[in-house]
Each structure stands twice: as structure tokens, then as C-alpha cells.
Nanobody, 125 residues
Framework: QVQLVESGGGLVQAGGSLRLSCAASGRIFSNYAMGWFRQAPGQEREGVSCISRYGGNTYYTDSVKGRFTISRDNAKSTVYLQMNSLKPEDTAVYYC??????????????????WGQGTQVTVSS
């Protein structure tokens, strides 16, 4: 049974930064690609970023390219999302989840499993 626990969310002013962490327990962390997702009130969950099993490939949705950076430390079974130049539209609950690959992190979110409980990110204008 894989458990994912997100942390690092909070309230920040526009232009500020936050670093989210997602710690995993259970199965071998490096067996899986890891994705970050977010859901704003009244909106569907969307894929934000994904990183391949050993970190060689990273992917970002257009709205966060150049501002967010995903990374992972397989020795610590943790994936990170560094978020810079935050905007009010980045306000959402952020979740991490695992997948067999990054294919579908935007279009087939249901292919990702073992979702964490989420961490709230609020960006004030």
C-alpha cells in the first residue's frame, strides 16, 4: 500500500514562492513516475507537472512553464515542486500521485493512483 503525504502549502503574496513536498511510503518509489496536480474550487483537477522515474524527463503544463520546477529524490522517496512567481490563479489544492509513466498526466489523470490528501496553496493579489 503506497501512501503519499503532501506538505509545504500556505498563503503567499503574488510573486512569491513556495516549495511543495510529497513523501511516499510503501512500494519502491523509483518504480513510478510522479505527478503534481491541482484543483481550484469549482474546477476540475488538472495536471501541473510530472517527472519520470529517475528524473530524466520533466513535463509542465503551459501555464506553469518557466515558473515551476519538479524534482525528486529517490533516496528520500520524495518529490518536490518549487513554485516561483506565483499568481492568484495558482490558488488551488495541490496533490501528488504516482503513475506508470508521465503519459496522460494532463489528459488521463485517472491513470494516476495513490493520491495524497492535498495541500492548500493560496496566492493573494
Amino acid at each position: 500500500q503506497v501512501q503519499l503525504v503532501e506538505s509545504g502549502g500556505g498563503l503567499v503574496q503574488a510573486g512569491g514562492s513556495l516549495r511543495l513536498s510529497c513523501a511516499a511510503s510503501g512500494r519502491i518509489f523509483s518504480n513510478y513516475a510522479m505527478g503534481w496536480f491541482r484543483q481550484a474550487p469549482g474546477q476540475e483537477r488538472e495536471g501541473v507537472s510530472c517527472i519520470s522515474r529517475y528524473g530524466g524527463n520533466t513535463y509542465y503544463t503551459d501555464s506553469v512553464k518557466g515558473r515551476f520546477t519538479i524534482s525528486r529524490d529517490n533516496a528520500k522517496s520524495t518529490v518536490y515542486l518549487q513554485m516561483n512567481s506565483l499568481k492568484p490563479e495558482d490558488t488551488a489544492v495541490y496533490y501528488c500521485a504516482r503513475g506508470s509513466s508521465c503519459v496522460g498526466y494532463v489528459s488521463r489523470i485517472s491513470s494516476f493512483t495513490s493520491w495524497g490528501q492535498g495541500t492548500q496553496v493560496t496566492v493573494s493579489s
